[in-house]
């Protein structure tokens, strides 16, 4: 195992070979972390055994990343003998150490070669490792360790030189219009893994692909500051702004490139003609020669003007550059005027071009026109950098070798950096790593495409395009809009194309879905929309219907509408252009004849067309939650939850089936099966046995989207004691940002919505980070950091409900107060949970609006405002027809405010608490619910109140059924 010390963009930064010592053959891995060493080992090793081979020694050094309890259990449960070297003498190891210092060679000399970033050294890792294994090694007698592995020569003619310029081929199906150029430029990496392929970096968008129709520029590379500012811009977001034109050097890169405030000597400007004959102005920045004494040589006659670079402006790589042309396709394989003449590239495979094509004819610019051009350019500070001299040399096809090497000189010094460069320590207590699938999820979840175009451009394109085909096919089968001629005094809106990779719960891509959406900023109230309301299921809704299935061992069934708000009928007259990729060019708009995503009206005429449907199958809707449905079927109960387009039907499999029937009738629905993935809840079911709700991929998500992927856990979300937060939320904001790049209040809203589906058990250090939202300092980053320090160590938690043994119904609650607990206005802090047969479903934590003189009031107001929930739950109990077998209980551990619950004559105590809270006495006196007394160390309330002690705190998570989510039940 070795440490580069250089992160790349993936996140590697370490690599770990495996050599077989008969044949040579060596295996690279990229690791994160060293802590993986062990488990990349075991999984090569099963591999490898998987594969027919006889494995009898493991041998390594002393290093604890594979030296340990788990690797010896594996490899003796397999029967192989574990070695390892003495302590500090790496020389034992043998060949593996070796190559690790060979291939370390050949990945400094491939970077160094076409002058790359250091960020990509994982690429030249893998490529080299490819070359080692079919280069021929002098411990073979000259053989290869491919020929000794499968006993046949390897093929090196598929081998091309990494880094260099490619062209990709698009298929006709991806391009945007007939004209658009067949070639994409990009840059060559290596070879595809698991295809007959190669990995091409997308020198416009820096997505990494695979490709099969691949030609090579073997001469050419890219800039190496625009590669690392591609990088930057597509994984940490950079905001360089990247040349129109992509700056193109010939390998190998020899010379460095000019320094910011070098002044440099004149410059050769050309102008080149391509084959069509199109003008079009290639800038070749050329270093004058330089003499013995130091002065610039003058250009002779027939020598192409010069211009002067000093008064350049600098590009956005900070430094002079020079608008060398992006060679296309078409041009780097056509001769000028001379079709016989053409050069042929094979395909996969190129003659390596010495020069650029005979294409590119150079011609005199001794012009006033071609003088005024350039100093335009100059003067406007477009990208002007120096380029090689060879560059330009060969370009002008007039110059000798000799000459090409005099005109190298740059003529001026270089002036390097003095400034210390301190490596960054912020980080440096991170210990645990992020798996690259969840990388890779979470990039991709902030860069979904944005437009058409980008999504052509996305390694996935041909996805893109079916989803396209699909969902304007889907259009057309709705009747969605008529075409018609445009209305003269109509107001025409605009709509555009927005993509989404839907993931399930573990952050998988499952299918990729285009939706053509109106504008509807473009809309006016009371011209094209009225009403825009429309209710969906509250998240205790969906878990207390989750915990009815479990109790009446019911199946859980998730259906999803296809294109649901174009099932409703528009409410007013609105007219579209035609959707952009499907333009027939007539300019006539589309009328809308039912209703489009992205209209303001949409969500509400949607639900109303459902409800409506519903309403006539038989179905009730719940006057306690509007995104409820009811209906009782032979003594059989049938829920709905409603989110949008989202539907969980709860009931025995012949009413699944005949409610799908329904629905189907009237709507195309999707059966997504059992349920197992809603609104990014994991969810695990087995019928009448257990039920779980978890977050894992949406945590995993959130850590590495705040850079946190590597952090420390801690056991708890808040320190014990720390109730004083620095700054009055109602005074003098002071918003700091540790890291400009992570923003707070962002942190806050994604714990929150954890918070509401899964993850009670941090929902008061939530509740207190919500009060600093417009004036938290850098004390609060800290504070909200904890949290997600926490979360890392307890990413696989979630809510485990269990069926108890006993058939018995019961609803018991917890409240509990935190007298005075705000110290800028001195009021208390209510806590309160509900659970259904011991599950808990429903939970709260929030400032009172009232202040408090003493505990007996504050637990009376958090006992009232407890009873809200209770008697939520009794009315929707109720409307569902669900009978409770055994009495509400709400425990308190404040006897004085039971006290005066309970006795009516008992309110002096209370006197200055608002009237509205004392509706839980009546409550009481009717028998609606008892309250009663339990210690405060059992009071599960209080892990909502107050910061915790490592011990308590974990004792009240367990108590909320907070816990490790079992993999398989």
Same mark, same amino acid.
């Given at each position: 195992?070795?440490?580069?010390?250089?992160?790349?963009?993936?996140?590697?930064?370490?690599?770990?070979?495996?050599?077989?010592?008969?044949?040579?053959?060596?295996?690279?891995?990229?690791?994160?972390?060293?802590?993986?060493?062990?488990?990349?080992?075991?999984?090569?090793?099963?591999?490898?055994?998987?594969?027919?081979?006889?494995?009898?020694?493991?041998?390594?050094?002393?290093?604890?990343?594979?030296?340990?309890?788990?690797?010896?259990?594996?490899?003796?449960?397999?029967?192989?003998?574990?070695?390892?070297?003495?302590?500090?003498?790496?020389?034992?190891?043998?060949?593996?150490?070796?190559?690790?210092?060979?291939?370390?060679?050949?990945?400094?000399?491939?970077?160094?070669?076409?002058? *790359?970033?250091?960020?990509?050294?994982?690429?030249?890792?893998?490529?080299?490792?490819?070359?080692?294994?079919?280069?021929?090694?002098?411990?073979?007698?000259?053989?290869?360790?491919?020929?000794?592995?499968?006993?046949?020569?390897?093929?090196?003619?598929?081998?091309?030189?990494?880094?260099?310029?490619?062209?990709?081929?698009?298929?006709?199906?991806?391009?945007?219009?007939?004209?658009?150029?067949?070639?994409?430029?990009?840059?060559?990496?290596?070879?595809?893994?698991? +295809?007959?392929?190669?990995?091409? %970096?997308?020198?416009?968008?820096?997505?990494?692909?695979?490709?099969?129709?691949?030609?090579?520029?073997?001469?050419?590379?890219?800039?190496?500051?625009?590669?690392?500012?591609?990088?930057?811009?597509?994984?940490?977001?950079?905001?360089?702004?990247?040349? !129109?034109?992509?700056?193109?050097?010939?390998?190998?890169?020899?010379?460095?490139?000019?320094?910011? &405030?070098?002044?440099?000597?004149?410059?050769?400007?050309?102008?080149?003609?391509?084959?069509?004959?199109?003008?079009?102005?290639?800038?070749?920045?050329?270093?004058?020669?330089?003499?013995?004494?130091?002065?610039?040589?003058?250009?002779?006659?027939?020598?192409?003007?010069?211009?002067?670079?000093?008064?350049?402006?600098?590009?956005?790589?900070?430094?002079?550059?020079?608008?060398?042309?992006?060679?296309?396709?078409?041009?780097?394989?056509?001769?000028?005027?001379?079709? &016989?003449?053409?050069?042929?590239?094979?395909?996969?495979?190129?003659?390596?071009?010495?020069?650029?094509?005979?294409?590119?004819?150079?011609?005199?610019?001794?012009?006033?026109?071609?003088?005024?051009?350039?100093?335009?350019?100059?003067?406007?500070?477009?990208?002007?950098?120096?380029?090689?001299?060879?560059?330009?040399?060969?370009?002008?096809?007039?110059?000798?070798?000799?000459?090409?090497?005099?005109?190298?000189?740059?003529?001026?010094?270089?002036?390097?950096?003095?400034?210390?460069?301190?490596?960054?320590?912020? %980080?440096?207590?991170?210990?645990?790593?992020?798996?690259?699938?969840?990388?890779?999820?979470?990039?991709?979840?902030?860069?979904?495409?944005?437009?058409?175009?980008?999504?052509?451009?996305?390694?996935?394109?041909?996805?893109?395009?079916?989803?396209?085909?699909?969902?304007?096919?889907?259009?057309?089968?709705?009747?969605?809009?008529?075409?018609?001629?445009?209305?003269?005094?109509? $107001?025409?809106?605009?709509?555009?194309?927005?993509?989404?990779?839907?993931?399930?719960?573990?952050?998988?891509?499952?299918?990729?879905?285009?939706?053509?959406?109106?504008?509807?900023?473009?809309?006016?109230?009371?011209?094209?929309?009225?009403?825009?309301?429309?209710?969906?299921?509250?998240?205790?809704?969906?878990?207390?219907?989750?915990?009815?299935?479990?109790?009446?061992?019911?199946?859980?069934?998730?259906?999803?509408?296809?294109?649901?708000?174009?099932?409703?009928?528009?409410?007013?007259?609105?007219? *579209? $252009?035609?959707?952009?990729?499907?333009?027939?060019?007539?300019?006539?708009?589309?009328?809308?004849?039912?209703?489009?995503?992205?209209?303001?009206? !949409?969500?509400?005429?949607?639900? $109303?067309?459902?409800?409506?449907?519903?309403?006539?199958?038989?179905?009730?809707?719940?006057? *306690?939650?509007?995104?409820?449905?009811?209906?009782?079927?032979? &003594?059989?109960?049938?829920?709905?939850?409603?989110?949008?387009?989202?539907?969980?039907?709860?009931?025995?499999?012949?009413?699944?089936?005949?409610?799908?029937?329904?629905?189907?009738?009237?709507?195309?629905?999707?059966?997504?099966?059992?349920?197992?993935?809603?609104?990014?809840?994991?969810?695990?079911?087995?019928?009448?046995?257990?039920? +779980?709700?978890?977050?894992?991929?949406?945590?995993?998500?959130?850590?590495?989207?705040?850079? *946190?992927?590597?952090?420390?856990?801690?056991?708890?979300?808040?320190?014990?004691?720390?109730?004083?937060?620095?700054?009055?939320?109602?005074?003098?904001?002071?918003?700091?940002?540790?890291?400009?790049?992570?923003?707070?209040?962002?942190?806050?809203?994604?714990?929150?919505?954890?918070?509401?589906?899964?993850?009670?058990?941090?929902?008061?250090?939530?509740?207190?980070?919500?009060?600093?939202?417009?004036?938290?300092?850098?004390?609060?980053?800290?504070?909200?950091?904890?949290?997600?320090?926490?979360?890392?160590?307890?990413?696989?938690?979630?809510?485990?409900?269990?069926?108890?043994?006993?058939?018995?119904?019961?609803?018991?609650?917890?409240?509990?107060?935190?007298?005075?607990?705000?110290?800028?206005?001195?009021?208390?802090?209510?806590?309160?949970?509900?659970?259904?047969?011991?599950?808990?479903?429903?939970?709260?934590?929030?400032?009172?609006?009232?202040?408090?003189?003493?505990? =007996?009031?504050?637990?009376?107001?958090?006992?009232?405002? =407890?009873?809200?929930?209770?008697?939520?739950?009794?009315?929707?109990?109720?409307?569902?027809?669900?009978?409770?077998?055994?009495?509400?209980?709400?425990?308190?551990?404040?006897?004085?405010?039971?006290?005066?619950?309970?006795?009516?004559?008992?309110?002096?105590?209370?006197?200055?608490?608002?009237?509205?809270?004392?509706?839980?006495?009546?409550?009481?006196?009717?028998?609606?619910?008892?309250?009663?007394?339990?210690?405060?160390?059992?009071?599960?309330?209080?892990?909502?109140?107050?910061?915790?002690?490592?011990?308590?705190?974990? $004792?009240?998570?367990?108590?909320?059924?907070?816990?490790?989510?079992?993999?398989?039940?």
């Amino acid at each position: 195992m070795c440490y580069v010390g250089v992160g790349t963009y993936d996140g590697y930064q370490h690599f770990q070979l495996i050599q077989d010592e008969a044949t040579r053959w060596v295996w690279g891995f990229l690791m994160k972390a060293k802590e993986e060493a062990t488990g990349v080992a075991i999984s090569h090793v099963m591999w490898l055994l998987a594969q027919g081979h006889r494995i009898e020694v493991f041998a390594s050094d002393q290093g604890k990343e594979l030296v340990n309890k788990r690797m010896k259990t594996f490899l003796r449960a397999n029967g192989v003998e574990f070695l390892w070297t003495n302590a500090y003498s790496p020389e034992e190891n043998g060949l593996v150490e070796k190559m690790n210092g060979v291939l370390l060679a050949r990945v400094r000399s491939l970077l160094t070669t076409a002058h *790359m970033p250091e960020s990509l050294w994982d690429e030249a890792f893998t490529f080299a490792v490819e070359v080692v294994n079919v280069s021929a090694s002098s411990g073979l007698d000259g053989d290869t360790p491919f020929a000794r592995r499968f006993g046949e020569r390897p093929d090196v003619g598929i081998m091309r030189v990494w880094g260099c310029v490619v062209h990709e081929f698009t298929p006709k199906v991806l391009r945007a219009n007939k004209l658009e150029n067949p070639g994409k430029l990009g840059l060559f990496l290596g070879f595809a893994k698991n +295809s007959e392929g190669y990995r091409i %970096l997308n020198l416009r968008t820096g997505d990494v692909r695979e490709r099969r129709s691949v030609e090579f520029n073997e001469d050419w590379t890219v800039e190496s500051s625009y590669v690392e500012h591609l990088l930057a811009n597509r994984y940490r977001r950079g905001r360089f702004n990247l040349p !129109a034109v992509i700056p193109l050097v010939r390998l190998p890169v020899m010379a460095a490139v000019i320094h910011n &405030e070098l002044t440099a000597p004149p410059a050769k400007r050309q102008r080149l003609t391509n084959a069509h004959g199109s003008g079009r102005s290639i800038v070749v920045v050329e270093q004058s020669p330089v003499s013995a004494g130091g002065s610039v040589t003058e250009p002779s006659s027939s020598t192409p003007a010069r211009v002067p670079l000093a008064d350049a402006k600098l590009s956005p790589f900070g430094e002079p550059q020079e608008e060398v042309e992006c060679l296309e396709h078409d041009q780097l394989h056509e001769e000028n005027g001379d079709p &016989e003449e053409a050069v042929s590239v094979p395909n996969r495979r190129s003659t390596p071009l010495r020069e650029l094509p005979d294409s590119f004819q150079a011609q005199d610019v001794n012009d006033e026109d071609a003088e005024e051009e350039v100093a335009d350019v100059i003067a406007s500070g477009d990208s002007v950098r120096s380029c090689l001299s060879s560059v330009g040399d060969n370009l002008s096809g007039n110059e000798s070798d000799e000459d090409n090497d005099e005109d190298n000189g740059l003529g001026a010094s270089f002036r390097r950096s003095t400034r210390i460069r301190h490596p960054n320590v912020r %980080l440096a207590d991170y210990e645990i790593e992020l798996p690259a699938s969840l990388v890779i999820q979470a990039v991709n979840a902030i860069l979904e495409p944005t437009s058409v175009e980008a999504a052509l451009e996305a390694p996935d394109a041909e996805k893109w395009v079916e989803a396209l085909n699909t969902e304007f096919a889907e259009l057309l089968r709705n009747n969605t809009w008529e075409l018609v001629e445009r209305p003269a005094d109509a $107001k025409v809106l605009t709509s555009k194309w927005v993509f989404v990779r839907k993931r399930n719960a573990r952050g998988e891509v499952e299918r990729h879905r285009a939706r053509i959406t109106i504008k509807g900023c473009q809309q006016k109230y009371g011209l094209n929309f009225w009403e825009t309301y429309a209710p969906v299921v509250c998240a205790e809704g969906v878990k207390l219907v989750l915990l009815l299935a479990l109790h009446y061992g019911l199946e859980c069934r998730h259906i999803d509408f296809v294109t649901a708000f174009l099932n409703g009928p528009i409410d007013c007259e609105i007219y *579209m $252009k035609q959707p952009e990729f499907f333009d027939d060019g007539t300019g006539r708009v589309c009328r809308l004849l039912r209703s489009l995503y992205g209209l303001k009206q !949409a969500p509400r005429i949607w639900y $109303k067309t459902l409800d409506k449907y519903l309403r006539q199958c038989g179905f009730q809707r719940s006057k *306690m939650d509007g995104g409820i449905y009811f209906r009782w079927v032979d &003594e059989s109960p049938i829920f709905l939850t409603l989110y949008v387009d989202d539907i969980v039907i709860a009931a025995t499999t012949e009413n699944i089936k005949l409610v799908m029937d329904e629905l189907s009738r009237k709507f195309k629905i999707k059966d997504l099966g059992n349920v197992s993935h809603l609104l990014s809840m994991e969810i695990r079911y087995v019928p009448g046995k257990m039920l +779980s709700i978890s977050q894992r991929g949406y945590v995993a998500q959130l850590l590495e989207r705040f850079k *946190m992927a590597k952090c420390k856990a801690v056991p708890t979300p808040q320190v014990k004691g720390n109730f004083p937060l620095p700054g009055d939320p109602d005074k003098e904001p002071v918003c700091v940002n540790i890291d400009p790049d992570v923003d707070y209040q962002s942190i806050v809203g994604s714990l929150q919505y954890l918070v509401s589906c899964s993850r009670p058990d941090i929902t008061n250090a939530v509740r207190t980070l919500g009060k600093f939202l417009t004036c938290y300092t850098k004390e609060h980053f800290v504070l909200a950091k904890r949290v997600l320090r926490y979360l890392q160590g307890t990413r696989e938690f979630g809510l485990v409900w269990y069926k108890p043994d006993s058939p018995a119904m019961q609803l018991v609650a917890y409240a509990d107060a935190d007298l005075g607990n705000e110290k800028h206005d001195r009021r208390s802090i209510t806590g309160y949970v509900l659970q259904l047969n011991g599950c808990t479903f429903a939970y709260k934590s929030r400032k009172q609006s009232i202040v408090t003189d003493d505990t =007996c009031s504050a637990e009376f107001v958090a006992d009232s405002e =407890c009873s809200n929930l209770i008697m939520w739950t009794h009315n929707l109990f109720a409307e569902l027809k669900i009978e409770r077998t055994k009495k509400t209980v709400l425990f308190e551990d404040n006897r004085a405010a039971i006290h005066v619950i309970e006795e009516v004559s008992s309110g002096y105590k209370v006197r200055s608490v608002d009237l509205k809270f004392h509706k839980i006495k009546d409550f009481v006196e009717r028998g609606v619910f008892a309250i009663e007394y339990c210690p405060s160390e059992d009071n599960v309330a209080d892990i909502f109140t107050k910061p915790l002690g490592p011990q308590q705190f974990t $004792k009240l998570r367990e108590r909320l059924n907070v816990s490790p989510v079992p993999d398989n039940q």
